[in-house]
């Protein structure tokens, strides 16, 4: 007596604990390609700086690159390709905010916070922090809320700054250009899975 295999089902590329990443097919080139490709973006859009005036620390698309390597990538991927960016800058390749590198700068402690902001939006997209408007936009002001905490403490250590000195160099002039990034998020992400949805 013979038995047929059971048919296998397709995997939906919208099941819960996919992160855009993995729609790629898996392999280890891939993720490679993907921790480098996301630090070369954080790079590239840390280029995008302009100087706020009495401020150490430019208006940058850094942080929004990490946000969205982060979301994209998911939490080990994107702490990966943060981690990367940091050190390689670290070590000297000019592509933090205008070009510079080291530690040894006031604003080193975002660079930081977006190392850690970049796992904690990767968890959350995982759970579906991503799939819908309102989810990307608690995504958005978590990961945005975890550079400043990092940052903004360490920009006062850095510069004898006090705390309130330092919120309002730090933080306060940026507020208006993270609202205009999370909308772009809020627009982008959910938008990218609903065309995944469609084709799947």
Request: charged share 10%; hydrophobic share 55%.
């Amino acid at each position: 007596m013979s038995t047929a295999a059971a048919p296998v089902a397709p995997v939906s590329p919208l099941r819960a604990g996919t992160v855009l990443a993995d729609l790629i097919p898996a392999s280890r080139a891939r993720d490679i390609a993907l921790v480098v490709g996301g630090a070369a973006l954080t790079g590239l859009a840390a280029q995008l700086a302009v100087p706020v005036p009495g401020s150490p620390v430019p208006v940058s698309g850094q942080t929004f690159a990490a946000l969205l390597v982060g979301t994209a990538l998911g939490a080990r991927r994107g702490f990966l390709s943060l981690g990367l960016y940091a050190v390689a800058g670290m070590a000297g390749l000019p592509w933090f905010a205008e070009a510079s590198s080291g530690w040894a700068m006031p604003s080193f402690g975002y660079i930081l916070g977006m190392l850690l902001a970049a796992t904690v939006v990767g968890g959350l997209a995982r759970r579906g922090g991503d799939r819908s408007v309102l989810r990307t936009a608690g995504t958005m002001v978590l990961g945005s809320a975890i550079i400043y905490a990092v940052g903004v403490p360490y920009l006062a250590l850095a510069t004898g700054m006090t705390l309130g000195q330092a919120v309002a160099a730090g933080l306060v002039p940026f507020l208006i250009g993270d609202a205009l990034k999370a909308a772009l998020a809020m627009g982008a992400l959910p938008t990218a899975w609903k065309l995944v949805g469609r084709k799947g």
